[in-house]
């Protein structure tokens, strides 16, 4: 018997802004004045953010952490997005859309400090899992979490971040396949910033999209400008309303790209070019939300001057409260290896809390 043709597929990319400002009208998710300065000053919050962050590990006041810079537009829009009764779930790299969803700069020093106390929200209601290093592992808690909304008939979904290198991880694969067999409501949103540490993309996968992996899936997949922060905005937003209505997940590719190191215990010149950056800088998300905002009379050069003072002031009181004294108990991880004290463990911290007075003592 010849051969047939079960189905074909396709893969569509979205974008809506370009690097000049200019926007498709059509396209244009319509967004109010008050929306859009509100989304441009956290992408700026962010951005200023993460500068001053890099300044306080250079100078040994915090420790490493992986910079955002260049992936504002794919944090912050998709943030902005969401519901009140929606999860966030990340990685390491969407201070942005973590600030948004009422997370502190504060917290973020904390934890980058090496004190799991910086975990802790203000509102513990809000729904923003911690910070999550282990690539890809977040995924399978988002498909969870999205699994029990719906056995809750919760009008709610679940937003999940990570990067690039974590679709070649099991936990990526693993996380859609159950989202979709449950038909979940979650939006799995890769931020593809080019490289995984010093892997490039190309040598990651053979897929000419990442987007084409919902195919396997049998889930949406879309590939979008991660520059363009209406395009974000828009294509999380209908893939919300996908995952409010019953229809499952979906998968977003954002392409972006990661301006700074990959972390700062990384260089980045080893392995990737200048003119490769200078390219991607040409791209950068924050001058083309400004100079849309221009074009469209809402902004001008005197409110810029007046937003960045005021977000210096409000970073810098965020370093003071962070350095400000606390109290925090050296030992208080060993609480939390199980869920009831364990001679084993006790034995470590034993020992852990000896080292410290020995080195006390030495000093």
């Given at each position: 018997?010849?051969?047939?043709?079960?189905?074909?597929?396709?893969?569509?990319?979205?974008?809506?802004?370009?690097?000049?400002?200019?926007?498709?009208?059509?396209?244009?998710?319509?967004?109010?004045?008050?929306?859009?300065?509100?989304?441009?000053?956290?992408?700026?919050?962010?951005?200023?953010?993460?500068?001053?962050?890099?300044?306080?590990?250079?100078?040994?006041?915090?420790?490493?952490?992986?910079?955002?810079?260049?992936?504002?537009?794919?944090?912050?829009?998709?943030?902005?997005?969401?519901?009140?009764?929606?999860?966030?779930?990340?990685?390491?790299?969407?201070?942005?859309?973590?600030?948004?969803?009422?997370?502190?700069?504060?917290?973020?020093?904390?934890?980058?400090?090496?004190?799991?106390?910086?975990?802790?929200?203000?509102?513990?209601?809000?729904?923003?899992?911690?910070?999550?290093?282990?690539?890809?592992?977040?995924?399978?808690?988002?498909?969870?979490?999205?699994?029990?909304?719906?056995?809750?008939?919760?009008?709610?979904?679940?937003?999940?971040?990570?990067?690039?290198?974590?679709?070649?991880?099991?936990?990526?694969?693993?996380?859609?396949?159950?989202?979709?067999?449950w038909q979940a409501p979650v939006v799995f949103l890769c931020q593809n910033n080019q490289w995984a540490i010093s892997i490039p993309r190309s040598q990651q996968t053979r897929s000419r999209t990442l987007a084409q992996k919902a195919i396997a899936y049998d889930i949406p997949g879309i590939q979008i400008d991660g520059n363009d922060v209406l395009a974000v905005y828009k294509a999380t937003r209908d893939a919300l309303e996908r995952a409010y209505a019953g229809e499952g997940p979906t998968l977003i590719e954002a392409v972006t790209y990661r301006l700074m190191m990959h972390t700062t215990a990384d260089d980045p010149t080893r392995y990737r070019s200048e003119d490769e950056v200078n390219e991607w800088w040409k791209r950068d998300p924050i001058p083309r939300l400004r100079k849309y905002l221009e074009n469209k009379g809402y902004w001008d050069a005197e409110q810029q001057a007046g937003l960045e003072e005021e977000i210096r002031q409000q970073v810098e009181a965020a370093v003071q409260e962070f350095e400000s004294p606390r109290e925090y108990q050296p030992d208080t991880p060993f609480d939390h290896v199980f869920g009831t004290r364990h001679e084993v463990i006790e034995e470590q911290r034993r020992e852990f809390l000896a080292h410290l007075g020995k080195e006390a003592a030495d000093a």
């Open positions: 018997m010849p051969s047939e043709v079960i189905d074909q597929f396709s893969v569509s990319h979205l974008r809506i802004l370009d690097e000049a400002g200019n926007v498709d009208e059509e396209l244009d998710p319509g967004l109010s004045r008050e929306k859009l300065l509100q989304i441009y000053r956290a992408m700026l919050l962010s951005r200023e953010g993460d500068q001053r962050m890099l300044k306080l590990q250079r100078q040994g006041r915090i420790g490493t952490f992986g910079p955002g810079t260049g992936q504002e537009a794919s944090s912050v829009g998709a943030a902005f997005a969401m519901g009140d009764s929606d999860w966030l779930v990340g990685a390491f790299r969407e201070m942005g859309a973590r600030l948004v969803r009422g997370d502190s700069l504060t917290n973020a020093l904390i934890y980058y400090a090496g004190y799991e106390e910086g975990s802790l929200l203000e509102d513990p209601s809000a729904r923003v899992l911690p910070i999550n290093i282990i690539v890809a592992s977040q995924l399978v808690h988002a498909a969870g979490i999205g699994y029990a909304m719906k056995y809750r008939n919760e009008r709610a979904a679940v937003v999940a971040f990570f990067g690039d290198g974590a679709t070649s991880q099991g936990d990526f694969h693993e996380a859609l396949n159950f989202a979709a067999v």
